[in-house]
């Protein structure tokens, strides 16, 4: 696999760590809205690009369903099931890149070392994400069935993006954009029709909210998309399926160097699972 694939996979998991930190200087606001306002902000600062958003339907419909699908189904589980279990259920989609592959893609056929790093990953995903308690409610199933879903959503779009007509990363910043409005649209018709759900308070951003929207409209809202985009295209999804799982594990370590949370024994362990599933996972770059 080429370096530069590596490069970039390694890029989007440092700015995809940032996202829970920033993500947590805005919890007053609407999930949603945030969602809408940083996708918004990340589809307008690539505007200048807007020559290349001519697209298929069937590759608009991909773009758009795996961004604002995942985000979509991802606050709803987290709406209807408790935060931890959810997010834990959502980081199912590298085992899933991993896994589905083969039915996606041509010349992608699994190995045993495959199936296993990702399997390591995703215990030490466990682990990081749940701290070590972790208890099913089955009254909380729509929850959990809408993170699956956003986990599903998520690795089919990475996998798809690679088997339909080679499309410009750049052309990213339509599906931004599109998915940003959709978010918008769904709080705005949240507060028109007085739903019930905390997405559609009337709450709006105001002062240091809105450099941490700016924030995550650049980088885990944004520019992750491009270089995760750009990675596919180059490398090999079952070995960067294997190495997301870094994600949850770099989340943590921005948490404990930038957000005064501490690590504990369970965090270690996660970080040995973590990083050994992922050397696993990519055996066939040492190979190379």
Known sequence: MPLSAILLAFSTILLWSFLAFLGAQVTHLPSILVTGIALSISGILSSVTYKSWRLPLKTLLIGVGGIFGYHFLFFTAIRYAPVVEANLVNYLWPLLIVLLAPFYLSGHALRPHHVLGASMGLLGAVLIVSGGRFSLD???????????????????????????????????????????????????????????????????????????????????????????????????????????????????????????????????????????????????????
């Open 138 to 288: 089955f009254a909380n199933l729509p929850g959990y069935l809408a993170a699956g879903g956003a986990a599903f959503v998520w690795a089919s779009y990475s996998l798809l993006t690679k088997r339909v007509d080679p499309l410009p990363t750049t052309a990213v910043g339509s599906f931004c954009i599109i998915s940003g409005i959709f978010s918008l649209a769904i709080y705005a018709g949240g507060l028109l029709w007085g739903s019930s759900s905390s997405d559609a308070v009337s709450v709006l951003p105001v002062g240091r909210d809105w450099l941490y929207l700016i924030l995550l409209g650049i980088g885990p809202l944004g520019a992750a998309f491009f270089t995760w985009d750009a990675a596919l295209k180059r490398g090999d999804p079952r070995i960067i399926g294997s190495l997301a799982y870094i994600t949850p594990l770099s989340s943590t370590l921005v948490l404990v160097l930038v957000g005064g949370r501490t690590f504990t024994w369970v965090s270690v362990l996660a970080m040995f699972l973590i990083m050994a599933g992922a050397v696993v996972g990519s055996l066939d770059l040492l190979r190379n």
